[in-house]
């Protein structure tokens, strides 16, 4: 009898054992497939064929394509706002300090695009003591940004030795005098030129460009001229949809202004800050 | 301790062990898949301006500004210019564009030259420039401020295109290991805005008796001397007597104008039988050394023997002419005959300025009677 119980102990630590053994047996298997899960999203996620490949597959719905391997992770950049996936809403969203960019066409790729739509600013043949006007129109959108400025770069036009008198302050014009100056903004006296447009209009729209540097009041005012290499003629102060710009020039020759051909070529100079 | 106890604790002990394995294993997968060049931190506030952003255009100067985000001791600072602002993505290059010639400009830290400037790049390609420091400057990553101009950029070639620069920074000078911080930047080439105007040359001038507000008013032709002008004309003996034309020009010729006369001799019958001309001298002087003790002359003075004429003026801003000699001398005069003679001009455009000429005489005893006529052709010729 205390042979039985003994034996019967000793089944039981067998059956214990074996318990033992198959939960551990379970856990590896567990582990090694979970494992291989793991290492399968820590590894590049390549498919490939004899003639297609897919490099990384991609998660969410929000198009990064770098949303999920080894070194990247789902999460939008900070600049976006932080984590966010999906697409059920797409636009701007903001305050005056603050806003974010969600949907579909978040990244966190910084963007800039900046088209001149005129290559030329022709006046032709002048009429002396007269104000004469070009206009010239130019489209900017950034993205991911503190905002942009679009800087006026060059010189006013030359003929020979002689150089068009450029305003160096914000002035009317002045038939005794030579001029030659742009802005931003509809001269309403003249009639010509026009304010910012954003694209599209909205409501709502995204698009926060202004004529100037936003801070001075240099090229914004209406029927008043300047040009100064380097200055600011258009601004946004974040990250913005197209605005259309219409840049107005202005030129009066006078009864000294040397004869002949002029020539000047301006470049519009765009700087993101990210 | 029973069976099961030592079974439990010995597979207890393998799963700690196993679980180390997994990490060391994870840490040196994660360490050993990091690419050279991955960067840990990202650049703060940046942003790149150009001096130019014409399609094509070359020697462009990129002036970075930022924040460098991880406080370091900087010695390598590696600059790329792509077709995408993604470090993970291979930069390949806008059309046209390169680095290869880039040199670094003068370097800011917070305003101030940088302590040890980057210098010759380690190396240069069509996309990457690596600028480098031995000693290197340490920043901090949230206060300082990291200005680095790169010249000598060539643009990509089409305009209104987006492009990008890439910024990674390194604490070695090989822009290779060592990566701190990392940004991207997004540029555009634009077309460049070609501005003309046709200004026509123009030469106003005209010649007359009057002085009006401008040619549109100017007339008379002629101009009589002599005791009553106007009346009977006569010479007198011994005295000069005078009087004046007008002439107004207005010109935008860049390299100025030139007014000449042309005209024959003051003459009774064509010329023949003349009054002596005058040579930069008083009309008495040249007359007390003619042969019937005559004389003739020119100026553009305001005179007082005879008290006929006045200076040079115009419209403000007026060029003053350089005068010839023998005729912007007040009471001395001048006269040639038959030959085209200057007197006055200017080097640059001006606004109408008028002149009026006098012209003077006295007859002398012997001086044949008789109508004394000469006609002045006034000519004015714009340098453009």
């Known amino acids: 009898m205390r042979k039985r119980i003994a034996k019967t102990a000793l089944m039981g630590e067998d059956v214990t054992m074996r318990r033992w053994h198959r939960q551990v047996v379970i856990g590896l298997a567990v582990c090694l497939g979970l494992s291989r899960v793991a290492f399968a999203a820590l590894g590049d996620p390549s498919s490939n064929s004899t003639n297609y490949q897919v490099i990384e597959g991609e998660i969410g719905g929000n198009g990064q394509f770098n949303s999920n391997s080894l070194n990247y992770n789902i999460n939008p950049n900070v600049d976006d706002g932080g984590a966010s996936l999906g697409e059920s809403t797409v636009g701007n969203g903001g305050s005056t300090n603050y806003q974010t960019n969600s949907g579909f066409n978040t990244t966190a790729q910084p963007g800039l695009t900046m088209i001149v739509n005129t290559g030329a600013v022709n006046f032709g043949t002048v009429t002396l003591a007269t104000k004469m006007t070009q206009t010239a129109t130019f489209s900017v959108k950034n993205y991911t940004s503190y905002g942009y400025v679009v800087q006026i770069i060059g010189s006013s036009p030359t003929q020979g030795s002689h150089q068009l008198t450029a305003l160096t302050t914000d002035t009317a014009y002045n038939a005794t005098v030579e001029q030659f100056g742009l802005n931003s903004v509809l001269n309403t006296v003249t009639g010509v030129g026009a304010n910012p447009v954003q694209n599209p209009s909205g409501p709502p729209t995204f698009g926060y460009g202004v004529a100037g540097d936003g801070s001075t009041n240099h090229y914004v005012q209406s029927d008043k001229w300047r040009f100064n290499s380097g200055e600011i003629v258009a601004s946004a102060p974040k990250s913005s949809g197209e605005t259309d710009y219409t840049l107005t020039f202005m030129l009066n020759a006078i009864t000294t202004t040397p004869g002949g051909s002029y020539q000047g070529n301006l470049s519009l100079v765009a700087t993101g800050t990210y | 301790m029973s069976r099961g106890e030592i079974l439990r604790s010995h597979y207890i002990g393998l799963l700690k062990r196993a679980i180390n394995w997994v990490g060391i294993f994870t840490l040196a997968t994660v360490f050993v898949a990091t690419p050279a060049g991955a960067t840990a931190g990202i650049l703060g506030t940046r942003s790149a301006t150009l001096s130019d952003s014409a399609g094509n255009a070359s020697g462009v100067t990129a002036t970075f500004l930022v924040t460098p985000g991880t406080s370091a001791t900087i010695l390598g600072v590696k600059f790329s210019l792509c077709t995408s602002p993604l470090l993970s993505v291979t930069c390949a290059s806008p059309g046209g564009a390169t680095l290869a010639s880039a040199t670094a400009g003068s370097q800011l830290k917070n305003g101030g030259a940088i302590t040890n400037a980057y210098g010759s790049p380690s190396y240069t390609s069509t996309t990457d420039v690596c600028f480098s420091n031995g000693t290197g400057n340490a920043f ?245």
Not at chain 2, 254 to 275: M, P, V
Request: aromatic share 10%; charged share 5%; with cysteine.
């Open chain 2, 140 to 384: 901090n990553g949230t206060s300082d401020t990291f200005t680095f101009p790169v010249q000598a950029i060539h643009l990509p070639t089409a305009v209104n295109t987006q492009f990008y620069f890439r910024m990674q920074t390194f604490t070695n000078t090989n822009c290779s290991t060592g990566p701190t911080d990392f940004g991207g930047f997004a540029e555009s080439t634009t077309q460049t805005l070609a501005v003309s105007a046709n200004v026509q040359e123009s030469l106003v001038f005209c010649t007359g008796t009057n002085t009006p507000a401008d040619c549109t008013g100017m007339t008379g032709s002629t101009v009589k001397i002599g005791n009553n002008p106007g009346t009977d004309n006569v010479l007198l003996l011994g005295t000069a007597t005078g009087g004046i034309s007008t002439m107004y020009i207005t010109t935008n010729a860049a390299s100025g104008y030139s007014i000449t006369y042309q005209a024959a001799e003051f003459s009774k019958d064509g010329g023949t039988t003349n009054i002596a001309k005058a040579n930069n001298q008083t009309i008495a002087a040249c007359a007390s050394g003619s042969t019937n003790g005559d004389c003739f002359g020119i100026n553009i003075k305001a005179n007082t023997t005879p008290a006929v004429g006045t200076n040079v003026t115009g419209a403000s801003g007026f060029v003053a002419p350089t005068v010839q000699t023998g005729y912007g001398t007040a009471d001395s005069f001048k006269f040639v005959a038959n030959a085209a003679q200057q007197v006055a001009s200017t080097t640059q455009p001006t606004v109408q300025t008028q002149y009026t000429v006098t012209y003077a005489a006295v007859a002398g005893t012997t001086t044949k009677p008789g109508a004394y006529t000469n006609t002045f052709t006034w000519i004015a010729t714009g340098t453009f």
